[in-house]
């Protein structure tokens, strides 16, 4: 029988490699401009809360995911702003 903590690794390598290929292909694009930074904080308040409720349960394949999505979120929050930040500073040299 297969351990509930060996499906519960498996999805979340899953999530995080879903979620690292959406921030590589964000930062890939040009201008940046389809992207919401509400999808970032939405996604990192919502982590936070998971993480919490995950201490509160014990559950360390939540704890760590949820820390992990919370590192994607900030990253990607991160790279967008440095994306539109030196985007500004091209348009204005231009």
Same mark, same amino acid.
């Given at each position: /029988?297969?351990?509930?903590?060996? !499906? =519960?690794?498996?999805?979340?390598?899953?999530?995080?490699?879903?979620?690292?290929?959406?921030?590589?292909?964000? /930062?890939?694009?040009?201008?940046?401009?389809? !992207?919401?930074?509400?999808?970032?904080? =939405?996604?990192?308040?919502?982590?936070?809360?998971?993480? !919490?409720?995950?201490?509160?349960?014990? &559950?360390?394949?939540?704890? !760590?995911? &949820?820390?992990?999505?919370?590192?994607?979120?900030?990253?990607?929050?991160?790279?967008?702003?440095?994306?539109?930040?030196?985007? =500004?500073?091209?348009?204005?040299?231009?």
């Amino acid at each position: /029988m297969m351990s509930p903590d060996i !499906v =519960g690794w498996a999805a979340s390598a899953i999530l995080l490699a879903t979620l690292i290929r959406q921030i590589a292909a964000q /930062m890939r694009d040009p201008d940046a401009r389809g !992207v919401s930074r509400w999808l970032f904080i =939405g996604q990192s308040a919502a982590s936070i809360g998971f993480i !919490v409720y995950s201490v509160m349960v014990d &559950n360390l394949v939540f704890i !760590v995911t &949820n820390s992990c999505i919370l590192a994607t979120a900030l990253g990607g929050q991160a790279s967008l702003w440095w994306r539109r930040s030196h985007q =500004g500073k091209k348009t204005r040299a231009s």
